[in-house]
């Protein structure tokens, strides 16, 4: 694979402002998003508290056949990609669709319209032969995952390689990691990378409150989402979206773009062991780590800065920090690492894409984004969380890695544009 390959665009709808500016502006100041649910009534439910965007499909540019034909979680997307494509000022009319693909991930795809229509046709759960003429003529597009990245794909005129990436909360990661791979092999020039969910929903909530995953803490919500702190109790379920424009760094140059950083590397690996445990020795994240810097062709002391999983249940940061120990060696401890979890929650397959967009910005920007309500120390997470605070840091080697349900483990490398190696 001797392609590279550039980021030239982002887009973000996340809690707490949507596009990349307000985004940053809230990770850079240390804000948290987190609040009651309000899309539903949660009375009843273990965790009441969310990370929701305010987002307003028309106030985006949506019309309103689009907003009733696409769920939620595609409206995100369509947006984020929007954002994306005008960032990196990617004149569709002169670009190949033949050599355009589009990779976009999520984890619980259309459920909240397909909780909400069987809402409607079952008469709120009444019955067991549900009328179908309450569904909505969409109803289908909810029901198959691949909606998703062909949505994305219509919009924008993409004939080469499109597909939908499902690995759970490592779906955003991979996405953008498959397009890259999809780049350096030659198999196309430009690339719309990233992942929606909007899991905010009863169903959702529900099957996170009966593994006891999600944090109780619904009196203070600004500072239930806790990760690496001794007193967390759980995550907390979040939404939103992000895109990026991936090219072929020839492709980008050719035509004038501003070029981010690079994707130097990625990889992933499963564990094999347990549908949602984790080990505590890291040993399979480890592995992920160490793929993707083998591609990057960097060593562990090359990364100036982690950006976290970070999802503030005990097992999940304990597995991270080992493995980025086991993976950097004694480098782990000189070099911060944090989770942006703590502000915007945790958007289960949609979270891995806005972790890499706010790396870009991170690069961009160079400031290390904190890790809010960290304030209490666990002996067993004992590396640099940046506490609070958002740091001035110079950075050209990125590291922002992902875990997710059924074991998948994720790495990607991101170089900014004058940190490569000759």
């Known amino acids: 694979m001797n392609r590279r390959v550039a980021v030239t665009g982002v887009g973000v709808v996340a809690p707490g402002g949507i596009g990349i500016s307000q985004f940053w502006d809230l990770l850079s100041n240390g804000r948290t998003a987190t609040r009651r649910i309000s899309l539903f009534d949660p009375v009843g439910l273990r965790s009441q508290i969310a990370a929701e965007c305010d987002f307003d499909p028309a106030a985006h540019g949506l019309d309103h056949e689009t907003t009733e034909r696409c769920d939620r979680y595609i409206q995100f997307a369509l947006v984020a990609a929007t954002e994306a494509v005008r ?44 009328d179908h003429q309450r569904a909505e003529p969409s109803l289908h597009r909810a029901f198959t995952p691949s909606t998703l990245a062909s949505a994305v794909a219509e919009e924008f005129g993409v004939h080469g390689p499109v597909q939908t990436v499902s690995t759970g909360c490592t779906s955003g990661l991979d996405a953008v ?44 919500a600004a500072h239930a989402s806790r990760p690496f702190d001794a007193r967390r109790d759980g995550f907390v379920m979040g939404e939103g979206a992000a895109v990026l424009v991936l090219e072929e760094l020839g492709h980008a140059r050719a035509r004038g773009a501003e070029v981010y950083c690079e994707i130097a590397g990625y990889a992933t690996f499963g564990n094999a062991y347990h549908m949602t445990g984790l080990t505590k020795e890291g040993l399979e994240m480890s592995q992920a780590i160490d793929g993707a810097l083998g591609q990057a062709r960097l060593n562990g002391t090359d990364i100036d800065y982690v950006n976290a999983h970070g999802s503030g249940t005990k097992q999940n940061d304990r597995h991270e920090t080992a493995a980025v120990k086991r993976s950097l060696g004694d480098h782990a401890y000189a070099i911060p690492m944090s989770s942006i979890k703590s502000m915007v929650g945790h958007s289960l397959g949609a979270i891995g894409s806005i972790e890499v967009a706010a790396c870009v910005l991170a690069l961009s920007h160079q400031v290390v984004p904190p890790t809010a309500n960290y304030e209490t120390p666990d002996p067993e997470c004992d590396l640099d969380y940046v506490p609070r605070v958002a740091r001035e840091r110079k950075l050209r080697h990125v590291l922002s890695v992902g875990s997710g349900f059924g074991g998948f483990q994720s790495a990607v490398v991101l170089r900014g544009p004058e940190g490569r190696r000759q």
């Open 87 to 130: 960032d990196a000022g990617l004149d569709l009319q002169r670009t190949d669709p033949w050599r355009m693909g589009a990779s976009l991930g999520s984890a619980v795809g259309g459920t909240t319209r397909l909780e909400h229509d069987y809402v409607l046709v079952s008469a709120n759960g009444a019955r067991w032969d549900v």
């Open 177 to 220: 990691g498959y397009a890259y791979h999809a780049i350096a092999e030659g198999r196309a020039d430009v690339c719309l990378a990233g992942a929606s969910d909007s899991p905010i929903s009863p169903i959702t909530m529900a099957c996170f409150d009966a593994i006891k995953a999600t944090s109780p803490n619904n009196d203070d």
